[in-house]
T-cell receptor, first 115, second 115 residues
Framework: GAGVSQSPRYKVAKRGQDVALRCDPISGHVSLFWYQQALGQGPEFLTYFQNEAQLDKSGLPSDRFFAERPEGSVSTLKIQRTQQEDSAVYLC?????????????FGSGTRLTVV | AQSVTQPDIHITVSEGASLELRCNYSYGATPYLFWYVQSPGQGLQLLLKYFSGDTLVQGIKGFEAEFKRSQSSFNLRKPSVHWSDAAEYFCAVGPTLFGNEKLTFGTGTRLTIIP
């Protein structure tokens, strides 16, 4: 597609429920990033893929968070046993190889609300 | 560790007036610097970026930014704002090392335009 597509746009989860957030990057983009944006804050880095390899997962806040990109295109961010503090907008971005140099293209995000 | 400070949480400007949004960064080397804009419910759109060379960078929508190494600043400017510029603006800093591509964002500045 022409842009980065994220689904669902909105997700309400009961505390303790598992959720899966999908990101469909721009076709051919090598690099894929996940960011978490809490209300009133800037995006914070979660994890980074180059093709199917997860090169940096230093931003994942706990072992309840897991991301994958098995075929080097679509990525899924999974959150197990959701907690209220997980409520945020989850942004996905993709870029050609050398992302920081090109700037990313962001999706519109998934707003997760944990109740 | 790299960091970005946007000292103004909220700025109100009259339509047609000039605008300057402040950004200060902390980074161990010459960084990549970015300004992004986020409209409500949307992802982030890249306005402009600085890598090297001319310290005055032109971007989309009539925005420009000036890199001042001595002040560790990268302020965003626009000579005459339009009502459509109302949004949240984020400054970000990135690494210059290929292979470590995450961006660090500031907390954002909300811009309100009054008629």
């Amino acid at each position: 597609g022409a842009g980065v597509s994220q689904s669902p746009r909105y997700k309400v989860a009961k505390r303790g429920q598992d959720v899966a957030l999908r990101c469909d990057p721009i076709s051919g983009h090598v690099s894929l990033f996940w960011y978490q944006q809490a209300l009133g804050q800037g995006p914070e880095f979660l994890t980074y893929f180059q093709n199917e390899a997860q090169l940096d997962k230093s931003g994942l806040p706990s072992d309840r968070f897991f991301a994958e990109r098995p075929e080097g295109s679509v990525s899924t961010l999974k959150i197990q046993r959701t907690q209220q503090e997980d409520s945020a907008v989850y942004l996905c971005a993709s870029s050609p190889s050398g992302g920081a140099g090109y700037g990313y293209t962001f999706g519109s995000g998934t707003r997760l609300t944990v109740v | 560790a790299q960091s970005v400070t946007q000292p103004d949480i909220h700025i109100t400007v009259s339509e047609g007036a000039s605008l300057e949004l402040r950004c200060n960064y902390s980074y161990g080397a010459t960084p990549y610097l970015f300004w992004y804009v986020q409209s409500p419910g949307q992802g982030l759109q890249l306005l402009l970026k600085y890598f090297s060379g001319d310290t005055l960078v032109q971007g989309i929508k009539g925005f420009e930014a000036e890199f001042k190494r001595s002040q560790s600043s990268f302020n965003l400017r626009k000579p005459s704002v339009h009502w459509s510029d109302a949004a949240e603006y984020f400054c970000a800093v990135g690494p210059t090392l290929f292979g470590n591509e995450k961006l660090t964002f500031g907390t954002g500045t909300r811009l309100t335009i009054i008629p």
